[in-house]
């Protein structure tokens, strides 16, 4: 290109650079927000197939116990990660088999014969359900 003295240039402007780190960080956003969606919806997915292992294990346990295990009197509706081991430890025989990477808490409470095993995610968005019949619930995700 030559500008008006006829000397010619090679290079951008300032202002072709700003755009370009403009475009640039718009799609970083959107690319991040998209990831953080991703990430959220597959821990939810991960937590949903725990709860339907422990709803296996259940039945397993109970046919050779004749009785539920339970972690928990009762389980509350928020975050706690203190009734995982006793989980992994009573039904699989390792205490850390629920990955605490998932950021949920699971919990399982028996009564009158039937369980419900609950997990809640850690900001308490999110509380997904299992009783004796083998749904799974989303009672806020």
Same mark, same amino acid.
């Not at 000397?7 to 990831?35: D, H, Q, R």
């Not at 339907?52 to 975050?79: H, K, V």
């Not at 009158?112 to 095993?117: K, L, P, R």
């Given at each position: ?22 475009? #640039? &960080? ?11 969606? *991703?990430? !959220? /919806? +597959? ?10 292992? #422990? &709803? ?11 009785? *539920?295990? !339970? /972690? +928990? ?69």
């Amino acid at each position: 290109m030559i500008n008006k003295r006829g000397k010619s240039f090679k290079g951008f402007t300032l202002i072709e650079l700003l755009v370009v780190v403009a475009v #640039i &960080g718009t799609l970083a956003s959107i690319g991040v927000y998209a990831y953080n969606g *991703y990430i !959220s /919806s +597959s821990k939810q997915a991960s937590a949903k197939n725990t709860l339907m292992q #422990i &709803g296996l294990a259940q039945t397993e346990f109970f046919s050779n116990s004749s009785y *539920y295990f !339970s /972690s +928990s009197d009762a389980c509350p509706d928020t975050y706690s990660d203190t009734d995982n081991s006793n989980i992994g430890t009573g039904l699989f025989d390792n205490a850390e088999y629920i990955d605490k990477a998932l950021e949920f808490g699971f919990c399982i409470s028996e009564t009158d014969g039937n369980f419900q095993a609950k997990a809640v995610s850690k900001d308490g968005k999110c509380i997904l359900t299992l009783d004796d019949s083998g749904s799974v619930k989303d009672s806020s995700c």
